[in-house]
């Protein structure tokens, strides 16, 4: 599968904005899908997941309650809506699948086999 993600950009601190990821294929709905999030200098770190029919969800403790992770298998396509956001999330956000971990969501960078390309969300203060 391959992945696009799209939405980022420059908000104010305490601001609203909203990702998206296209998957290619018509395997989507068989992947969990994720978000996770790299800051310069910084190692990627895991944000939000969704199991594939979008019914469990799964967030970092630093996005819970702001972030909302969810999919439309129909549009083959991922979303991440970010509320009350701060200039600590100012990270490149990539979009992941995992086709491998069952039924189980994964926080680690290594459980996913596809990544996008990546968007620049820059919040500033």
């Known amino acids: 599968v391959q992945l696009q993600a799209f939405g980022g950009g420059l908000v104010q601190n305490g601001g609203s904005l909203g990702l998206s990821c296209k998957a290619s294929g018509r395997t989507f709905r068989n992947y969990i899908m994720g978000w996770f999030r790299q800051a310069p200098g910084k190692e990627r770190e895991f944000v939000a997941a969704i199991n594939r029919s979008g019914g469990v969800t799964y967030y970092a403790d630093f996005v819970k309650g702001r972030f909302t992770i969810s999919r439309d298998n129909a549009k083959n396509t991922l979303y991440l809506q970010m509320n009350s956001l701060k200039p600590e999330d100012t990270a490149v956000y990539y979009c992941?699948?995992?086709?491998?971990?069952?039924?189980?969501?994964?926080?680690?960078?290594?459980?996913?086999?596809?990544w996008g390309q990546g968007t620049l969300v820059t919040v500033s203060s």
């Open positions: 992941a699948a995992d086709k491998n971990s069952g039924s189980r969501i994964q926080s680690l960078v290594s459980a996913y086999d596809y």
